[in-house]
């Protein structure tokens, strides 16, 4: 089945840029959704379909996809953004939701 | 308001059976791609399973024959019957909507409720 690869954590001070990387073979032929969760909380869809961000989703949040990499940033990041982040795709070969690994980011 | 709340969690007995709800609510669960989603205590996101607004079903392989979505129109609900529990079936158990904006519909999720969790244990 289709997996999904994301570094276990990222650590940025207040301010700066995060860059969180999904990794799948080919990603760049499909559509990337991105969520963020804090810890205790429901997943909080932030970007979906690539670079689309949903209503109420601060500019902050933005995606990118291309080849074998999707990618989250997050800039100006604030206190408030640390939480788990998810990428997460349709596979269309198994009719299956995949789910990254995972990401962590800490604001030092 | 657009909202979702699970519910139905708790102790299963290993080989056991539990049916978890998911209530929506300023929506229709049987116009909508209505999803459940798994997660393990410390551990990431899991699918578990989905079902179309025309009534198809898919499955994690790993609750293949074991789990079976189904929704109850007349109560706008959605449901999870889990059958054969394993301890590995332990998890917060979130139910989700899939993403349609005024233009289009994509296979993000963006409704999400609270989650409920299940554990599986003697």
């Known amino acids: 089945s289709y997996v999904l690869t994301q570094s276990p954590s990222v650590a940025v001070a207040p301010g700066q840029t995060a860059r969180i990387s999904c990794g799948g073979k080919?990603?760049?032929?499909?559509?990337v959704h991105w969520y963020q969760q804090r810890p205790g909380q429901a997943p909080v869809l932030v970007v979906n379909d690539d670079s689309d961000r949903p209503s109420g989703i601060p500019e902050r949040f933005s995606g990118s996809n291309s080849e074998d990499t999707a990618t989250l940033t997050i800039s100006r990041v604030e206190v408030g953004d640390e939480a788990d982040y998810y990428c997460?795709?349709?596979?269309?070969?198994?009719?299956?939701?995949?789910f990254g690994t995972g990401t962590k980011v800490t604001v030092l | 308001e657009v909202q979702i709340v699970e519910s139905g969690g708790g102790l299963g007995q290993p080989g056991g059976s539990l049916r978890l709800s998911c209530a929506a609510s300023g929506f229709f669960v049987n116009t909508n791609y209505m999803n459940w989603v798994r997660q393990a205590p410390g551990k990431g996101l899991e699918w578990v399973s989905v079902l179309y607004s025309v009534g198809t079903t898919y499955y994690a392989d790993s609750v293949k024959g074991r789990f079976t979505i189904s929704r109850d129109n007349s109560k706008n609900t959605l449901y999870l019957q889990m059958d054969g529990l394993r301890a590995e079936d332990t998890a917060v158990y979130y139910c989700a909507r899939r993403f349609c904006n005024t233009r289009t519909c994509s296979d993000a999720l963006d409704i999400w409720g609270q989650g409920t969790m299940v554990t599986v244990s003697s």
């Open positions: 080919n990603i760049g032929r499909k559509v």
């Open positions: 997460q795709v349709w596979d269309t070969t198994s009719d299956s939701y995949v």
